[in-house]
């Protein structure tokens, strides 16, 4: 098993710009969770998703953010415009039910 | 879900056991014991869980207290590779299971030669 899958692996951009970061979590699991970490704040759940549907969003910083799951084996999460501050470490995890998740490589942002 | 407290950071040197503690005194009847691990720039690792009884598996054993009030992660033979971060969770299961992982600080571990 490939574990989960995140692309890209880091991101370099601009202020004001559109940054999309894809997932694709283990077959078979039936939650997705986006999370974010930063120095200051650790690791934060941002949305999770349950057989595509978003449950809980309520750690989305902003409506600049936005997550969705189009099918069981592909998630992004998108921020538009980016701002300097959401730099930081986005997470991928998935899990069948609700036992142990499984975590992605992550993708390291930076929005300049 | 319940609030846990563990020390911010440990030492073991490598080839005894690493004991990590970790108190969680409101924990609830329904609420299980989850332990993850960061190792730097990686994604945390799902290690263990538990609901009262002792568990063990290829990476960790976990003792829950009788009274589920604290617990303690045990690495029966720390090596470098297990200095990480490692994080204690608890989390409701059935119908009140929101799925949420709410990660505290955790404690470093730092696995010396």
């Known amino acids: 098993d490939a574990g989960v899958i995140q692309s890209p692996r880091h991101e370099v951009t601009e202020m004001g710009q559109e940054v999309t970061l894809r997932c694709k979590p283990i077959s078979g699991h039936d939650y997705l969770f986006w999370y974010r970490q930063t120095m200051m704040r650790g690791l934060e759940l941002l949305i999770y998703?349950?057989?595509?549907?978003?449950?809980?969003d309520s750690g989305m910083p902003e409506d600049r953010f936005s997550a969705k799951m189009p099918n069981a084996s592909f998630s992004t999460l998108k921020i538009q415009p980016s701002e300097p501050r959401d730099s930081a470490v986005y997470f991928c995890?998935?899990?069948?039910?609700?036992?142990?998740?499984?975590f992605g490589p992550g993708t390291r942002l930076t929005v300049l | 879900d319940a609030k846990t407290t563990q020390p911010p950071s440990m030492d073991c040197a490598e080839g005894r056991a690493a004991n990590l503690p970790c108190n969680h005194s409101t924990i609830s009847g329904n609420e299980y014991v989850y332990w993850y691990r960061q190792i730097h720039s990686q994604g945390p690792q799902y290690i263990i869980h538990g609901l009262k009884n002792n568990e063990t598996n290829e990476m960790a054993s976990l003792i829950i207290t009788e009274d589920r009030k604290s617990s303690t992660l045990i690495l029966p033979h720390a090596t470098l590779r297990d200095t990480a971060v490692y994080y204690c969770i608890v989390r409701a299961s059935g119908s009140s299971n929101t799925g949420k992982l709410i990660f505290g600080q955790g404690t470093t571990l730092q696995v010396k030669p």
């Open positions: 998703f349950n057989n595509n549907v978003p449950i809980d």
């Open positions: 995890a998935s899990s069948y039910r609700v036992f142990g998740q499984f």
